[in-house]
T-cell receptor, first 112, second 116 residues
């Protein structure tokens, strides 16, 4: 199971674009990259998932370089409500023996 | 997206009693579910993997006789904390694997357990 490394915390301002980068040097061929958002006293919420290149949905974009050893979550025009902890997870959910191990995540603080 | 529910959302119990937490996948079937525990200001810690129709796989350091897991159907897994003690007080979160279109893990809202 690939181990991930993220910045412990980040600050940004409302209306800015925020990019959070995650390193996963030991990613395996069948691993997907998934990002989650967690608010206090709530379960993690799925944001986006990708395998390679770029993925975009209504809330975020995920950029994955060709070597897949890192990924960047991009949140466009953040608001105060985006203050949360963001987790980057890597794994192969099709493999019954695989399991998601959470890293420390990135604590994002949006300032007015 | 896929929805996972947990019940109860919050429970307070006396030391020595047992507490059961339910995890349900509401709109999909899940052969695999996971149970996590989270202490304040910390990340989620995987406790066990629950596979439908077979015994759960526990992580190192997690007592299987204390944290009983039953995955009796494709939409329900339960975690029973037996003989609870104050140090078992924590936030318990379950997740389920949704396999369409890609295998993605979806999380429940969590259960806050307080043992007095």
């Amino acid at each position: 199971l690939a181990k991930t490394t993220q910045p412990i915390s980040m600050d940004s301002y409302e209306g800015q674009e925020v990019n959070i980068t995650c390193s996963h040097n030991n990613i395996a061929t069948n691993d997907y990259i998934t990002w989650y958002q967690q608010f206090p006293s709530q379960g993690p919420r799925f944001i986006i998932q990708g395998y390679k290149t770029k993925v975009t949905n209504e809330v975020a974009s995920l950029f994955i370089p060709a070597d897949r050893k890192s990924s960047t979550l991009s949140l466009p025009r953040v608001s105060l409500s985006d203050t949360a902890v963001y987790y980057c997870l890597v794994g192969d959910m099709n493999n019954r023996d695989d399991k998601i191990i959470f890293g420390k995540g990135t604590r994002l603080h949006i300032l007015p | 997206g896929a929805v996972v529910s947990q019940h109860p959302s919050r429970v307070i119990c006396k030391s020595g009693t047992s507490v059961k937490i339910e995890c349900r996948s509401l709109d999909f079937q899940a052969t695999t579910m996971f149970w996590y525990r989270q202490f304040p200001k910390q990340s989620l810690m995987l406790m066990a993997t629950s596979n439908e129709g077979s015994k759960a796989t526990y992580e190192q350091g997690v007592e299987k006789d204390k944290f009983l897991i039953n995955h009796a159907s494709l939409t329900l897994s339960t975690l029973t904390v037996t003989s609870a003690h104050p140090e078992d007080s924590s936030f318990y979160i379950c997740s389920a694997i949704h396999r369409d279109p890609t295998d993605t893990q979806y999380f429940g809202p969590g259960t806050r357990l307080t043992v007095l």
